[in-house]
């Protein structure tokens, strides 16, 4: 079973909109961690937001926040103001228990686009 | 800021050669990863290390070996490429901090 689903596998949003960007996942771990990525057409991967399964409240960074429902088990991104540079390909990830060195399990992505 | 670079952007082999994707960070990192990305699939993990001569197995490991001689330098092998390893390969690096630090990829084709 996929341990990270992204339902969207493209999205459209006009300029200055707010978005949300879909994103569940599956673990029975008490403690993990939830990151997203966004991936421009360059290629790189460049580090978003996190959330701890413990984290009381949604994290935000600048005009990203996450809505966290961890009775739900989705950690949805939501980009305020959308703009042109928030073209890009996004990537939700979960990071299962302590010991795991860090091993993130990526979703399929979204491709966003965002029109003039 | 933490500085992952990969020796090329862009790199076309063919069938049968040995290819070597070479990944160096300056941030003194424990952990490497070697990840593939393709259309649809997302990334998967091929191989992880967590310290100087040190790795493990990622989700799809096959065709695929890694070196990791020095600390700053994560190094993947395809042995013998195939068509189908044709992908983009993303490096990443992670320390104490929650976030892994990803390099700027290599798209590879094998022809």
């Known amino acids: 079973a996929q341990k990270i689903t992204q339902t969207q596998p493209g999205m459209f949003v006009q300029e200055k909109e707010a978005v949300t960007l879909d994103c569940t996942y599956d673990?029975?771990?008490?403690?993990?961690?939830l990151f997203w990525y966004k991936q421009p057409s360059s290629g790189e991967m460049i580090f978003l937001i996190y959330q701890g399964s413990y984290d009381e409240q949604n994290a935000t960074e600048g005009r990203y926040s996450l809505n966290f429902q961890k009775a739900r088990k989705s950690a949805n991104l939501v980009i305020s103001a959308s703009q042109l540079g928030d073209s890009a390909m996004y990537f939700c990830?979960?990071?299962?228990?302590?010991?795991?060195?860090?091993?993130?399990?990526f979703g399929k992505g979204t491709k966003l686009s965002v029109k003039p | 800021d933490v500085k992952v670079t990969q020796s090329s952007r862009y790199l076309v082999k063919r069938t049968g050669e040995k290819v070597f994707l070479e990944c160096v960070q300056d941030?003194?990192?424990?952990?490497m990863f070697w990840y593939r990305q393709d259309p649809g699939l997302g990334l998967r993990l091929i191989y992880f290390s967590y310290d100087v001569k040190m790795k493990e197995k990622g989700d799809i490991p096959e065709g695929y070996s890694v070196s990791r001689e020095k600390k700053e330098r994560f190094s993947l092998i395809l042995e013998s490429a195939s068509t189908n390893q044709t992908s983009m390969y993303l490096c990443a690096t992670k320390e104490s901090s929650y976030e892994q630090y990803f390099g700027p990829g290599t798209r590879l084709t094998v022809t």
């Open positions: 673990t029975s771990d008490q403690s993990y961690g």
């Open positions: 990830a979960m990071r299962e228990a302590e010991g795991s060195q860090g091993n993130l399990i």
């Open positions: 941030m003194d990192h424990e952990n």
